[in-house]
C-alpha cells in the first residue's frame, strides 16, 4: 500500500514501508500517534476516536494532577449531547493554562486542548484527516507520560479493528494523487512534541 501518496507523517510512512504488509506493520507499531493518524486517514469515525483518544490524555493528566473539564466535555460530545462550540471552548481554556505551566504538565493541558478542537463534527473528512488535532492530544500527551506509550498503543490497538483501517486506506490511497499534484499540501509532520527533543522543555 503506498501510504506515501496520503499527507501522513514522514516518520509514519517510513516505520511502515519496513513491513512486508500493513498487518505486520500495525502489530509492531508502539506509537499510538500513528495508529490515529492512520485512523484518521482510513475516515474511522471521528466520534470513536475521540472516544478511544481521550483516556490517554486523561493519564496524562491524572499523573500530573490536572483537572480540566475538557475529557467530560469531549465524551459528551461523541455522544451527541454537546456541540463543537462548547468542545471548543473548553480546548481554549485548556491550552490557556498550558501557558502557564512548564514541562510535562503543559504538554498534558496542550493534549486536553488539542481533544477538544478535535470535537468538529463539520469540517471535511481530509481536513479532519490533515489537520489532525487527534495525533497532537495523542503524541503531546505521550510527551509528558512516555514511559506509557506502548500500553496506550495496545489499547487502541484493541479499540481498531485493523480490517476496518487498512479497508479506508486501500480507498483513500487509490482516490489520491501525489498532493504536489492534486491540492500542493505538503505532508504536515503532527509528532513533532514527542519524543521530545530537548530534556524535557515544550518550547
Given at each position: 500500500?503506498?501510504?506515501?501518496?496520503?499527507s501522513?507523517?514522514?516518520e509514519?510512512?517510513r516505520?511502515f514501508?519496513?513491513?512486508?504488509?500493513?498487518?505486520?506493520?500495525?502489530a509492531?507499531?508502539?506509537?499510538?500517534?500513528?495508529?490515529?493518524?492512520?485512523?484518521l486517514?482510513?475516515?474511522i469515525?471521528?466520534?470513536r476516536?475521540v472516544?478511544?483518544?481521550?483516556?490517554?490524555?486523561?493519564?496524562?493528566l491524572?499523573?500530573?494532577?490536572i483537572?480540566?473539564?475538557?475529557?467530560?466535555?469531549?465524551?459528551h460530545w461523541?455522544?451527541?449531547?454537546?456541540?463543537g462550540?462548547?468542545?471548543?471552548a473548553a480546548g481554549f481554556?485548556a491550552s490557556?493554562?498550558?501557558?502557564e505551566?512548564?514541562?510535562?504538565p503543559?504538554?498534558?493541558?496542550?493534549?486536553?486542548g488539542a481533544?477538544?478542537?478535535?470535537c468538529?463534527?463539520?469540517?471535511?473528512p481530509?481536513?479532519?484527516?490533515v489537520?489532525?488535532h487527534l495525533v497532537?492530544a495523542?503524541a503531546?500527551?505521550?510527551?509528558?507520560i512516555p514511559?506509557?506509550a506502548?500500553?496506550h498503543?495496545?489499547?487502541?490497538?484493541?479499540?481498531l479493528?485493523?480490517?476496518?483501517v487498512e479497508?479506508?486506506?486501500?480507498?483513500?490511497?487509490?482516490?489520491?494523487q501525489?498532493p504536489s499534484?492534486?491540492?500542493?499540501?505538503?505532508?504536515?509532520?503532527p509528532?513533532?512534541?514527542?519524543?521530545?527533543?530537548?530534556?524535557g522543555d515544550?518550547?
Amino acid at each position: 500500500m503506498q501510504l506515501s501518496v496520503l499527507s501522513l507523517g514522514h516518520e509514519t510512512v517510513r516505520f511502515f514501508e519496513r513491513y512486508r504488509t500493513f498487518a505486520e506493520g500495525w502489530a509492531a507499531c508502539e506509537r499510538p500517534d500513528w495508529m490515529i493518524e492512520l485512523a484518521l486517514h482510513a475516515q474511522i469515525d471521528r466520534r470513536r476516536l475521540v472516544v478511544l483518544t481521550t483516556p490517554v490524555v486523561e493519564r496524562a493528566l491524572e499523573r500530573h494532577g490536572i483537572y480540566v473539564d475538557t475529557l467530560s466535555i469531549a465524551r459528551h460530545w461523541a455522544r451527541g449531547n454537546v456541540d463543537g462550540a462548547a468542545a471548543w471552548a473548553a480546548g481554549f481554556r485548556a491550552s490557556e493554562r498550558a501557558k502557564e505551566s512548564l514541562g510535562p504538565p503543559a504538554s498534558a493541558l496542550r493534549a486536553a486542548g488539542a481533544l477538544a478542537f478535535a470535537c468538529d463534527a463539520t469540517s471535511s473528512p481530509t481536513y479532519y484527516a490533515v489537520r489532525a488535532h487527534l495525533v497532537d492530544a495523542v503524541a503531546l500527551a505521550m510527551q509528558s507520560i512516555p514511559d506509557e506509550a506502548v500500553a496506550h498503543a495496545e489499547t487502541i490497538r484493541r479499540g481498531l479493528p485493523i480490517d476496518a483501517v487498512e479497508t479506508g486506506l486501500r480507498a483513500r490511497v487509490a482516490e489520491s494523487q501525489p498532493p504536489s499534484r492534486a491540492s500542493g499540501e505538503q505532508p504536515r509532520q503532527p509528532h513533532s512534541w514527542w519524543p521530545p527533543i530537548a530534556s524535557g522543555d515544550d518550547d
